[in-house]
């Protein structure tokens, strides 16, 4: 008789043993967070467009499409002729003298109405002042120059261009020529946006870039084309312009996030109107502003209700346990926040970790979560009343 009673009582125990381990339920609340919507970014009416953060990992295009490139082809002759005779900053370079054939060049330049810099025989011109003229004043003399100074003619260092295009992964890039007139030499916007963005990290084009004007042994002070260079934080890069290209602008702003200064490549190609490179230039200024304008911010301080969790009727507040700050574009991506909480039956104590707070706006946090005050699961006795 006593061990039948003993044996049902431990089978009524072992039937209440799931009790003791029944998981706790969890509710997110993370409605109340106020978490700033996307907005909107301010592609051009006309025409492709791209932008670049590469310290920020950002890619967007609007309408990319293989079209000529205008001027934006000098980039690839700035990148080329580095590659062959590299240039520190306070270098000159290897230096040439103007001969017939530069000054008939030149000659033949001013006729088809390419921008150029004026050039005389027996001149003197080494690489670091070819450069600056060919970024700042787009001259396209200065092109073939410097073609002749880096691979001893244009044939072979057109060729070389679209190698490098090639190595560096710009597939829908081709060249036809070193300065652009070419209607052949064609690009994307996100193409010209990825070399820009590679083109500046070299000291020597970076201070070039920025450059309002350039003063020139023969030629003279001159200035540039590039829209904007020099105010609203514009740094370079290069623009340009023919009856097939449109506009054409790539434009570089800095800005300042998470205590560093970085640069945002804007890239437009194909604007129309007025003189080709004011409307290129409006537009990849708004279109840079718009999202440079919608950084947003959101902190969450320790101590934060972000949801609950408990068993039946006994709950309690689950709060974020250390200070958040969190800085993105809304123009370019949103933020996603989710609430993950072990749901596993135990004592909840404040301080110890009860889950995270995932939180994606580019980078992914995982921000600790905890309690805001005890709760111990009922114990079988409790649950028997």
């Known amino acids: 008789m006593t061990l039948g009673a003993t ?70 002759t700035a990148y080329v002729t580095l590659k062959k005779l590299p240039l520190a900053p306070g270098e000159t370079g290897p230096c040439i003298t103007i001969n017939a054939g530069d000054v008939a060049n ?49 044939t072979t260092f057109v060729a070389r261009m679209n190698e490098e295009a090639r190595v560096l992964g ?10 652009g007139i070419d209607s052949a030499s064609v690009s994307t916007a996100l193409d010209v946006a990825k070399l820009s963005a590679l083109l500046m990290e070299s000291p020597v084009i970076r201070t070039i870039a920025d450059q309002a004007t350039v003063t020139l042994p023969v030629a003279g002070t001159l200035g540039s084309y590039t829209p904007f ?10 623009s340009g312009r023919t009856e097939a290209a449109g506009g054409c602008d790539a434009m570089a702003m800095t800005f300042t996030f998470a205590g560093r200064t970085h640069i945002a490549y804007a890239v437009v190609m194909g604007a129309r109107g007025g003189d080709l490179l004011g409307p290129a230039g409006d537009e990849a200024l708004a279109l840079e502003r718009s999202i440079l304008a919608s950084r947003t911010s959101l ?78 699961p009922l114990t079988l006795a409790q649950r028997l009343r």
């Open 7 to 76: 044996m049902a009582s431990g089978m009524i125990f072992m039937m209440q043993l799931p009790l003791l381990h029944q998981a706790s339920t969890s509710t997110s609340l993370l409605s109340g967070l106020k978490i700033p919507a996307h907005s909107a970014i301010a592609w051009p009416s006309v025409g492709s467009a791209a932008v670049v953060i590469p310290a920020l990992g950002f890619e967007e295009t609007h309408h990319d499409q293989v079209v000529p490139m205008a001027s934006l082809t000098k980039l690839m």
């Open 106 to 154: 030149y000659d033949v330049v001013v006729q088809e109405g390419q921008s150029n810099a004026a050039v005389a025989l027996g001149e003197t011109l080494c690489e670091n002042q070819l450069l600056a003229g060919l970024m700042v004043h787009s001259a396209g003399n200065y092109a073939t120059l410097l073609a002749n100074l880096a691979w001893g003619n244009t």
């Open 170 to 179: 710009l597939s829908d890039t081709h060249y036809a020529d070193v300065a």
């Open 229 to 238: 260079v020099g105010s609203n934080n514009v740094v370079g890069v290069k």
């Open 299 to 376: 902190w969450i301080p320790a101590g934060t209700v972000v949801g609950t969790i408990g068993w039946g009727g006994d709950r309690v507040n689950v709060v974020v346990k250390k200070h958040l700050r969190l800085d993105w574009f809304a123009a370019l991506q949103s933020a996603n926040v989710t609430m993950h909480v072990d749901t596993e039956s135990q004592p909840l104590t404040p301080g110890e970790v009860v889950g995270t707070l995932q939180v994606q706006e580019g980078s992914v946090y995982d921000v600790p979560l905890t309690v805001e005050h005890a709760l111990s």
